[in-house]
């Protein structure tokens, strides 16, 4: 089983960037597939993107594209969230997630492991 802790969230203008990160816990975390999915008020958790065990490949969703970058260092139990040009649409609660296997699930549905998650605030 693995622990996660996200952290990094806040309040950003328009334009702006945030980097969040998921600390896990357990010597097996290189064993894990790990997302970030996005929760804004009122609505359905979305995935936003997921990285491979080894951070290798990658799987971004359309609208994090050209914008948000995953990445992780197995070394240090930890994966990233780069956002670059936040839009006020961005705002949510953003939570990582993580599953065992070697699949990229696309769906918030695929992950058995998740965080308490850190608000993201982006201002207009």
């Known amino acids: 089983q693995v622990q996660l802790v996200e952290s990094g969230g806040g309040l950003v203008q328009a334009g702006g960037s945030l980097r969040l990160s998921c600390a896990a816990s357990?010597?097996?975390?290189?064993?894990?597939?790990v997302a970030w999915c996005l929760q804004a008020p009122g609505k359905e958790r979305e995935y936003v993107a997921a990285i491979s065990r080894n951070g290798a490949n990658t799987y971004i969703a359309d609208s994090a594209k050209g914008r948000f970058t995953i990445s992780r260092e197995n070394a240090k139990n930890t994966v990233y969230l780069q956002m670059n040009s936040l839009k006020p649409e961005d705002t949510a609660v953003y939570y990582c997630?993580?599953?065992?296997?070697?699949?990229?699930?696309?769906?918030?549905?695929?992950?058995?492991?998740w965080g308490q998650g850190t608000q993201v605030t982006v201002s207009s």
């Open positions: 997630a993580a599953r065992l296997g070697e699949v990229l699930v696309p769906t918030p549905l695929g992950y058995d492991y």
């Open positions: 357990g010597r097996t975390f290189s064993t894990y597939v």
